[in-house]
């Protein structure tokens, strides 16, 4: 479901991970992206909690460089979050990180039509809404 997302990507993708440790095909997802003219951009922490894992992860560096992806290392506190947008349609929060030992059904990419209503989200699911009482 991740590549077939980044597939489809029109404008964005944008990636924040503590520990970004791609495998060839997400490599290749998000070159093949870049190339078709959607900004790929990754955020990482400047300072990483794991050192052998920082310095694996900046020797990857180069394969997206060269792709025409951008990689941002974010200052301050170490930020553990791993989020992801895809042109501001597809969105990823969650505990999964983005490397090759997790078996796939782990990601919790979801679909998100920003023009549904909440009201229309929450009758589907059976919650309804409750105004404030007083």
Known sequence: MLMGAFSMAR????????????????????????RKGVEVDIVVPSVNNLTLVDRAMTAQFDQVLKGHCRVWRAKGAFNHSKLMVIDDRWAYVGSTNLDPPLPAPQFRVRPRNPRRSLRTRNRRKGLCHTRGRG
Request: charged share 20%; glycine share 0%; hydrophobic share 50%.
């Open 11 to 34: 404008k964005h993708i944008r990636l924040m991970s503590p520990y970004f440790l791609p495998d060839k095909e997400l490599v290749s997802a998000l070159v093949t992206a870049a």
